[in-house]
């Protein structure tokens, strides 16, 4: 399968500051990347889906001033969760797909903590 | 709401047994449907993907779809302790983007 890495892995920020993750494609162009968010022992919850080169669109519930996704490039897409709180602190998850209708490949994943 | 329904389980299956997950989906506009595994602190990973009614094979996978009974079942052929995770059903509507997953069956494979 196509191979999608997010990083980092795991981070840990202080409550009010800002962290960036990364999520690129690296063996194809991503026509649409998708974020989610996991609570531990619950599904993936779809945050937002963006298209390279125009805004994201937010699933109900998500602000977007808060979570700042920006799909710069064709396999490249960035979630900036500003002003972190610890109720932030989530699983979150990117995931890319080549065209419309094809399978939907996950990075490895973020842990974040906010303390 | 569209929803996808599965058992959260744990699910227990010996060594060497079928496995057998099975989802539920509620929105017949639904086209394509995909079975993640994912293990715990991990992403999902793909194992199967199916579009049309029937069954699909891959090596001890097998997916079987019935779009009228709006179901979905992924069964694992002589299973693994190394299959024990959470199998996540997930369906995407024809003309959406995103996928809409369920909550997971937890499966757990004795040795």
């Known amino acids: 399968g196509a191979v999608v890495s997010q990083h980092p892995s795991r981070v840990i920020c202080k409550s009010g500051t800002s962290v960036k993750i990364e999520c690129r494609s690296l063996?194809?162009?991503?026509?649409?990347m998708f974020w989610y968010r996991q609570f531990p022992k619950q599904s993936l919850m779809l945050m937002a889906t963006s298209n390279e080169g125009s805004k994201a669109t937010y699933e109900q519930g998500v602000e977007k001033d808060k979570f700042l996704i920006n799909h710069a490039s064709l396999t490249l897409s960035t979630l900036t969760v500003t002003s972190a709180h610890p109720e932030d602190s989530s699983f979150y998850i990117c995931s890319a797909r080549e065209t419309r209708q094809g399978e939907a490949f996950f990075g490895q994943g973020t842990r974040l903590t906010v303390v | 709401q569209k929803e996808v329904e599965q058992n959260s389980g744990p699910l227990s299956v010996p060594e060497g047994a079928i496995a057998s997950l099975n989802c539920t989906y509620s929105d017949r506009g639904s086209q394509s449907f995909f079975w993640y595994r994912q293990y715990s602190g991990k992403s999902p990973e793909l194992i199967m993907s199916?579009?049309?009614?029937g069954d699909k094979e891959d090596g001890r996978f097998t997916a079987q779809l019935n779009k009228a009974s709006q179901y979905v079942s992924l069964l694992i052929r002589d299973s693994q302790p190394s299959d024990s995770a959470t199998y996540l059903c997930a369906v995407k509507h024809n003309s959406g983007y995103a996928l809409n997953f369920g909550k997971g069956t937890s499966l757990l494979v004795t040795p």
């Open positions: 063996d194809f162009q991503a026509t649409t």
């Open positions: 199916i579009y049309s009614n």
